[in-house]
T-cell receptor, first 112, second 113 residues
Framework: KQEVTQIPAALSVPEGENLVLNCSFT??????LQWFRQDPGKGLTSLLL?????REQTSGRLNASLDKSSGRSTLYIAASQPGDSATYLC???????????FGTGTRLKVLA | DAGVTQSPTHLIKTRGQHVTLRCSPI?????VSWYQQVLGQGPQFIFQ???????GRGNFPDRFSARQFPNYSSELNVNALLLGDSALYLC????????????FGPGTRLLVL
């Protein structure tokens, strides 16, 4: 059974810092992994999608890496800004299933 | 192109009532999935439908049901609402069943009083 864990659960950093959010999963047989952003009371915004054959994806100040063999993904945010404050969710689509399994998220606060 | 759309955006119900939530997938997508997200948790899978048939079901009681229409839109129905059903309900669409990339809608926020 796939389980997804995100560490840390919450993070508070000063503006401008580079930071890393971690996601681990127990079953390495995955189709893909997505990182989402969720603002309070809002829906999900897809940030990056990494297919199982890929090692990383980049979008602007965001970079996500995937290491299937170790069951880990990291989301790197460069030069953080107060507007980056949100909850970041990692979701894994496991081979042979029909659903995403989500972590519980990392709640990020970037202080001005 | 329009993304996944859901209606209504917000809803308030009382315990024991019934609710229907609606979802329209991305044009050309034939599969719709439903997820429930309670406060402080990640979304949990409820159902997947493809070609009007249920193809997957999560660990939810029979009070939860869904259907898919010939135009691939979908409804999620919840009977005998409980306070614990208060959540954000997310719809996701994909091209086919078990297609690896699902695209999420903005969600419907349900509050049960």
């Amino acid at each position: 059974k796939q389980e997804v864990t995100q560490i840390p659960a919450a993070l508070s950093v000063p503006e401008g810092e580079n930071l890393v959010l971690n996601c681990s999963f127990t079953d390495s047989a995955i189709y893909n992994l997505q990182w989402f952003r969720q603002d309070p009371g809002k829906g999900l915004t897809s940030l990056l999608l990494i297919q199982s054959s890929q090692r990383e994806q980049t979008s602007g100040r965001l970079n996500a890496s995937l290491d299937k063999s170790s069951g880990r993904s990291t989301l790197y945010i460069a030069a953080s800004q107060p507007g980056d404050s949100a909850t970041y969710l990692c979701a894994v689509y496991t081979s042979g299933t029909y659903k995403y399994i989500f972590g519980t998220g990392t709640r990020l606060k970037v202080l001005a | 192109d329009a993304g996944v759309t859901q209606s209504p955006t917000h809803l308030i119900k009382t315990r024991g009532q019934h609710v229907t939530l609606r979802c329209s997938p991305i044009s050309g997508h034939k599969s719709v999935s439903w997820y429930q997200q309670v406060l402080g948790q990640g979304p949990q899978f409820i159902f997947q439908y493809y070609e009007k048939e249920e193809r997957g079901r999560g660990n939810f009681p029979d009070r939860f049901s869904a259907r898919q229409f010939p135009n691939y839109s979908s409804e999620l129905n919840v009977n005998a609402l409980l306070l614990g059903d208060s959540a954000l309900y997310l719809c996701a669409s994909s091209l086919v069943v078990r297609q690896e990339t699902q695209y999420f809608g903005p969600g419907t926020r349900l509050l049960v009083l």
